[in-house]
Structures are given as structure tokens and as C-alpha cells.
Antibody, heavy 125, light 107 residues
Framework: EVQLLESGGGLVQPGGSLRLSCAASGFSFSNSAMSWVRQAPGKGLEWVSAISRSGDDPHYADSVKGRFTLSRDNSRNTMYLQMNSLRAEDTALYYC??????????????????WGQGTLVIVSS | SLELTQALSVSVALGQTASITCEENNIGSKNVHWYQQKPGQAPVLVIYRNNNRPSGIPERFSGSNSGNTATLTLNRAQAGDEADYSCQVWDSNTGWVFGGGTKLTVL
């Protein structure tokens, strides 16, 4: 059974930093690309960042680019999201999710087939 | 850039069929995925690649995608189907994009 367990959330002041972790089990972590998706209170889902199986070339939403850094340690089956220069608008429940990449002929798509329960980040003074 | 438009809310009578739409210009050329999120819970994938159900998802859930509209259809709606439903697309230019979500109410 796939399990994703997020941790590291909490209350932080604007301008502060947090590091989120996502511990994975029940599947081959090193063979799976991963994503972070967040959900602000009462709002919809927003993709934040994604990382390939090897950890090369992570991608970021424009809203977090330059402030967040995504990495992974395949030996520990864990992904990390370092969040710096936090803003009030970063307040959200942060989910990690396992990606599935499908390539059919020339068409590529990615969806998220397993999600953790989330860790809450509150940015407030 | 890619923007997926969903109605804020949809209501359906118990046992009837609900349709939840996701709109974007020429979305029919893309693969659309759907997630169900019940209150206080993490999202769950219910449809992938337009019309495929993951194991464990009831046959009552189905999807279609054509033209400018992708549709999630829920047959014989049950009280337990009340949730937020979000569509998602991956695009090589825009990346991972979610719709705003539709709240389904079963009356």
C-alpha cells in the first residue's frame, strides 16, 4: 500500500523559513516523480513544485519560484521542500503526491495517483 | 496560459446523475484527470486520462472529453458522493494545472 507522510508544517512569521518532508513507503520511490500541491483555506488545489525520479531539474510554480527549493533523498525515500521568505499567501495545507507519467505517441500527461494527508503551514505574525 | 474553468457548485437529487464540467479552449486535445476531495480528507484520483477509473473507484464514475469541455459524470448519486471535484491537466508549456473545483451536493 502506498503511504505518503508529510511533516514539518507549523506557524511561522512572514519572511521565515520551514522545511517540509514527505516520507514515502509501499512503492519504488526512486522510480517515481513526486509533486507538492497546496490548498489555501477554503480554496482549490494549487500545484507548487515537482521533482523527477533522479532529483534533477525540479519545477516550480511562478508563485514560489526563487523562494522554495525541492529536493529528494532516494536512499531515505524522502522528499523535502525548503520554503524561504514565506508570505501570508503561502498559508495552506501542503500535500505531497506521487506522479504517474504517461506517454502515448507524442502526447505526454502527468497525474497524481496517491496523496498524503497534508501538513499545515500558517504564515502569520 | 492554460486555465481550467469549473462551476462553483452542482446539485443532484439522490439516485440521479450529476455532470461536472471543466472548460478550456480545445481541452479535448489534452488528457484530463479528476480528483474527489471529501471534507477534511486528501484528494483521491477518480478518473485519469479522460475516462479511466483507478482500481477501487465505482463504475458509477465516468469521464469524457471533447471540444472545449471535459465532463465527470456520476450516475446514481449517493450521499457519500458529496465532495469537491477538481479537474487537472498537464501541459508542456504550463505544467500542472487544476481547475477551481466544484462542490457537489446530493439532495
Amino acid at each position: 500500500e502506498v503511504q505518503l507522510l508529510e511533516s514539518g508544517g507549523g506557524l511561522v512569521q512572514p519572511g521565515g523559513s520551514l522545511r517540509l518532508s514527505c516520507a514515502a513507503s509501499g512503492f519504488s520511490f526512486s522510480n517515481s516523480a513526486m509533486s507538492w500541491v497546496r490548498q489555501a483555506p477554503g480554496k482549490g488545489l494549487e500545484w507548487v513544485s515537482a521533482i523527477s525520479r533522479s532529483g534533477d531539474d525540479p519545477h516550480y510554480a511562478d508563485s514560489v519560484k526563487g523562494r522554495f527549493t525541492l529536493s529528494r533523498d532516494n536512499s531515505r525515500n524522502t522528499m523535502y521542500l525548503q520554503m524561504n521568505s514565506l508570505r501570508a499567501e503561502d498559508t495552506a495545507l501542503y500535500y505531497c503526491a506521487k506522479e504517474v507519467l504517461v506517454v502515448v505517441k507524442t502526447a505526454t500527461t502527468i497525474y497524481l495517483d496517491s496523496w498524503g494527508q497534508g501538513t499545515l503551514v500558517i504564515v502569520s505574525s | 496560459s492554460l486555465e481550467l474553468t469549473q462551476a462553483l457548485s452542482v446539485s443532484v437529487a439522490l439516485g440521479q446523475t450529476a455532470s461536472i464540467t471543466c472548460e478550456e479552449n480545445n481541452i479535448g486535445s489534452k488528457n484530463v484527470h479528476w480528483y474527489q476531495q471529501k471534507p477534511g480528507q486528501a484528494p483521491v484520483l477518480v478518473i485519469y486520462r479522460n475516462n479511466n477509473r483507478p482500481s477501487g473507484i465505482p463504475e458509477r464514475f465516468s469521464g469524457s472529453n471533447s471540444g472545449n469541455t471535459a465532463t465527470l459524470t456520476l450516475n446514481r448519486a449517493q450521499a457519500g458522493d458529496e465532495a469537491d471535484y477538481s479537474c487537472q491537466v498537464w501541459d508542456s508549456n504550463t505544467g500542472w494545472v487544476f481547475g477551481g473545483g466544484t462542490k457537489l451536493t446530493v439532495l
